[in-house]
């Protein structure tokens, strides 16, 4: 079995800056680890004009549009951590083959062997 200790750092650096930046944009709930968006405190629509509200609703969506590319990106490196503790850590999703190395390092917490990654995209979250 290949050695991970340098993936395992990675992806855990790579986690703590992902939540780090979540925290800026979202909240936690740890019954389902999820995040969801909220408003910026900074940013209010109570009694704001028009075009406040406008601007109001329109950041509020671009929060919520990173805050999904960020969780996304969290729940496929903690699932990458999670098969290096139950031991089926570079293994395809989709053939079972070993996932190649130099796809490893190039990212961690990818799902598929080279072959499949095209497909990746498409495993459930």
Known sequence: MPDFTNLKTKLEEQLNTIVTELETIGTYNEANDDWE?????????ADADENESAD??????????????????YKDI????NKMTNGTYGI????GQPIEMK????????????AHMNEESGLPM
Request: glycine share 0%; proline share 6%; aromatic share 4%.
């Open 56 to 73: 109001y609703n329109e950041d509020f969506e671009e929060r919520t549009a990173t805050l999904e590319t960020l969780e996304r990106e």
């Open 103 to 114: 796809r490893l390092e190039a990212r961690p917490d990818a799902r598929t062997c080279i």
């Open 78 to 81: 903690k699932r990458a951590l």
């Open 92 to 95: 395809c999703e989709i053939s």
């Open 37 to 45: 968006a909220v408003p910026d405190p900074e940013e209010s629509a």
